[in-house]
């Protein structure tokens, strides 16, 4: 695993060199979903610091056995408004909002504990049907509604874009995200501090780098295949 998080940094930088962005601008967020908790501390024992769950059952379960305040935990997967409970206590930043139901439980379970969320919208830029996400045409919209709850800090957008086998192919989805996202930081709302994009996986980070990522989340080049 060693080897792999290096290879996985070399690639980020190069990429980030390569269109002249600063590195620091990138975080790695290793997609840890079926891996067991003794692979994520060899990731943490080789630097890794920021994790992304998909299930909340299996999150709850692996963030209480690592139990490690230094790591930073973000939920990636589709949320359901009747987990929104465990999802503000085990999660740092949720990827995923893409309903005003989800958002409106999201603040109340935050107001509850006493804690600003951290959200990114998720934008369906392919507009696949079998895709969670907020059509982009909607997302202005919808981040002006989501503005309104005060426990809840919208931090940016997440995106999944329509698979493609050759990863030149999603470019226009992830300049797509950036466009949406300088709509929205131009309309300088509350509760927003747009900084983060989402965007960008095993087979595409690169690109998603050149078109701006902050957030590259990586599973299956760090921890291998999933079953
Ligand atoms: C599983 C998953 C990833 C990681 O995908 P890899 O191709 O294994 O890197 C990234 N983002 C989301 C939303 C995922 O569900």
């Not at 990429?15 to 067991?36: E, P, Q």
């Not at 603040?107 to 990114?120: E, G, S, T, V, Y």
């Not at 800090?153 to 493609?164: Q, S, V």
């Not at 050149?210 to 599973?219: F, S």
Request: with cysteine; proline share 3%; hydrophobic share 40%.
């Amino acid at each position: 695993m060693q080897k792999r998080l290096k290879i996985i940094h070399d690639r980020i930088q190069a990429a980030a060199l390569s269109c002249g962005r600063d590195i620091k601008s990138i975080k790695l967020v290793a997609v840890s979903k079926t891996k067991t908790t003794a692979m994520v501390r060899e990731a943490i024992e080789n630097g890794q610091t920021i994790f992304g769950e998909n299930y909340i059952q299996e999150a709850r379960k692996k963030i209480a056995e690592i139990s490690d305040s230094r790591i930073s935990w973000h939920f990636i997967g589709h949320l359901q408004s009747n987990k929104a409970k465990y999802a503000v206590k085990l999660f740092d930043m949720i990827h995923t909002v893409d309903s005003i139901k989800l958002a409106d439980e999201l603040n109340r379970q935050a107001k509850k504990i006493n804690k600003i969320q951290k959200i990114l919208l998720q934008v369906n830029t392919g507009m696949e049907i079998s895709k969670s996400g907020i059509p982009p045409g909607e997302a202005l919209d919808f981040a002006k509604k989501i503005s309104c709850f005060s426990n809840l800090r919208i931090k940016g957008l997440m995106t999944i874009p329509p698979f493609y086998d050759a990863p030149g192919k999603v470019a226009p989805y992830f300049k797509e995200l950036r466009k949406i996202s300088g709509l929205i930081k131009d309309e300088k709302l509350s509760n927003v501090e747009i900084k983060e994009l989402s965007m960008g996986m095993t087979g595409d980070f690169e690109v998603a780098i050149k078109e701006g990522a902050t957030l590259v989340r990586i599973g299956t080049a760090i921890f291998g295949e999933r079953a």
